[in-house]
C-alpha cells in the first residue's frame, strides 16, 4: 500500500491508484480517528497545496447528502485532493451528479464511489411526511421528494419503517441506481475497477457504517481477523440500459 501516500503529482506519473479495497481502508482508518477524536488532518498543509496545483487525483468518489453535518474530508479524516465530493440533499442523484460521478471515474480512475446518507435526513424525513400526508412540499423541494419517494416506499423496508430504515434503504438504492444508470461507472464495477457502495453515517457517534457493496471489500490481511468480518456485499448489477446508438446516413 506504499503507493497510497505518494504526492498527487507521483500519482499521476505512476499512473496509479489504490485498489477499491485499499481506498475503502483508507476511508475506514479516516472515520475511526474520527470517532475517536484521534484526526490526523493528513494533506492539509502547505506542500500539498502547492502540489496539487498541477492537478489533481483523488482515490474516492463521495456522493453525500448535504447536510451541513456530514462533512466528508472531515468525518473520513481527509485532506486536500484525496475526495472528489458531490453533494445534493438527501443524495438526490439527477444527471448533473451522475455526470460529476462519472467524470470522476473516467477522468481520475478513482477505485471507490460513495453514497453517503446519515441518520435523521432531512430531505428523507421530509419525503416519509409527503408518502404519510399525501401533500407534496412546494418549490424545488417537490423535486427531491419526488425522486427519494421510491426508497421510502420500498417493499424490502422492514414492517413499520422508521426514517432510519428508509434513509439505509434510500441509500443502498441511490448506489444501486449508479450503476444500473451510469455505462461508465457499471463497466468499471465489472471489471472490478471501482467498488460503489453505500454508507450510513451514524450523526452523534461519527461511525460510517458500510450497509452496501458491490464488492467484498477485504483485504488479504484482514481474512482472518475476527474484528474485520468480510463486507457484506450485494451481487452486482448488470442489468444496464441498451447503450446509446447514433444512427449515421439516415437518408
Ligand atoms: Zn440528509
Redesign the pocket.
Known sequence: MRYLYLSAKEHHMAGIQPTPAEAWKRLKDGNRRFVEGSNEHPNQDTIRRTDLASGQFPFASIFG?G?SRLAAEIIFDLGLGDAFVVRT??HVLENAALGSLEYAVDEFETPIVMVLG?DS???VTAASKSLESGEMPHGFIRNLVQHILPSVMSPKLPENPVVNDMVREHTRQTAIRIIEQSHIISDAVVEGKVAVIGVFYHLKEGKAELVFSSQDLTLPEEKNDAQNPPTQTLPVVVKTPPRVVVAENLD
Open positions: 447528502c447536510d440533499a438527501g446519515h435526513c432531512g430531505a
